[in-house]
């Protein structure tokens, strides 16, 4: 018999054993027991039990006295402690055919939860999905009622239009001054060119005017320092001859 001992951790935690028999071991065990229905302690075990019938008949059977009544009265104990032996074996045939079936719903059942869980997984992610395409939605959502509240601060449309039409002949006619300055800029800047170019002519006139006049005022000294020599050589002629004469 293994010996075993449980140890309980905590409320939801694995239940660990200690076995005095390997896991393979205890199988084999109980396995025997199973096949010769030793799984109690109490009273002689079954298969020995039939065993004894069986050789008692047996042995009555092989003796050369006149003993039918005997043998029948062997035979019909074998015969009971068979019946009485075949009937745990039926039960323990039910019993494994029940629990192979059990076992088959079992492998049905978790073949289902498989499927199911992988059903979950893919629910979960297109829920992933959804929900984030919701969030998307929702900021969109958002960004359009911020933006329709900004529109709704803003004047009526006939309002806006006035005062574009106003800006619009506001800007008619900054264009019109900008053109009419643009021409007169454009003719004060011929005049200007025209008033220097006048200039630059006055400017070059007064310039000969001044050369011509200093040469006529050098031409008239010359002719004022040639006419002192000349004078100056006639009176020295005259005296010569005064002394002469004297």
Known sequence: MSLKSRKVSGRGEAVSGNYA???????????????????????????????????????????????????????????????????????????????????????????????????????IEDLKKQLEESKIERKHKEECEAIRKLI???????????LITELEREIASLEAENVASTRMLELRKKQFALLLHVVDELQNTIEGDQKALLEEMRMVADESKNGLEDSALAGGSGSAETMDID
């Open 152 to 162: 709704a601060m803003q004047p009526p449309r006939s309002e806006t239009q006035k």
């Open 21 to 123: 028999f390997g896991p393979q071991e205890d199988d084999i065990i109980i396995k025997h027991r199973l096949l010769t229905r030793t799984t109690t302690t109490r009273g002689e075990p079954p298969l020995k039990k039939l065993q004894k019938k069986f050789t008692s008949f047996v042995l009555e059977v092989e003796k050369d006295a006149d003993n039918l009544a005997e043998c029948e009265k062997l035979s019909r104990a074998f015969l009971q402690e068979l019946s009485t032996f075949e009937i745990p074996l039926l039960k323990s045939r039910a019993v494994v055919n029940a629990n192979i079936r059990e076992k088959e719903n079992f492998n049905e059942l978790e073949e289902d939860i498989k499927r199911q869980i992988l059903q979950a997984q893919a629910d």
